[in-house]
């Protein structure tokens, strides 16, 4: 098995899990790259995004000095939860794709957590 081919096992697995839990409620879907880091709140019964957010945003870029790193994961989790929390959403299922709950990943998680979002 390649490590791709793990991947999205993993992948597959959680968001399976996530689709018996989640009871209606929106998603947050993190996509972390070597470089930067990409959140989304999506709604899967309508298959629309409603909110998201990256590293890649001007408001992002110019409080930092690098996109890759655990503060940049914090910020980005800051502003999805503020995006989520004007859009009306309390309450999301986590997805945090293949990824391991740890670093970056759990960095965003708590950030979003801080700013009264609960998953």
Do not use: W
Not at 28 to 52: E, G, H, K, P
Not at 72 to 100: C, M, N, P, S, T
């Amino acid at each position: 098995m390649s490590r791709q081919h793990g991947f999205q096992r993993r992948k597959q697995r959680v968001r399976s899990s996530l689709a018996k839990k989640s009871y209606g409620r929106p998603r947050l879907s993190v996509f972390r790259s070597n470089c930067n880091m990409y959140v989304q709140l999506i709604d899967d019964t309508a298959r629309r995004t409603i909110a998201c957010a990256s590293t890649l945003e001007k408001e992002c870029k110019t409080k930092l000095k690098s996109t890759c790193g655990i503060e940049a994961a914090q910020i980005v989790g800051k502003l999805i939860g503020e995006r989520a929390i004007k859009a009306g959403i309390k309450e999301v299922v986590f997805d945090r794709g293949g990824y391991l709950y740890h670093g970056r990943v759990k960095a965003l998680a708590e950030a979003v957590r801080e700013t009264g979002l609960s998953f």
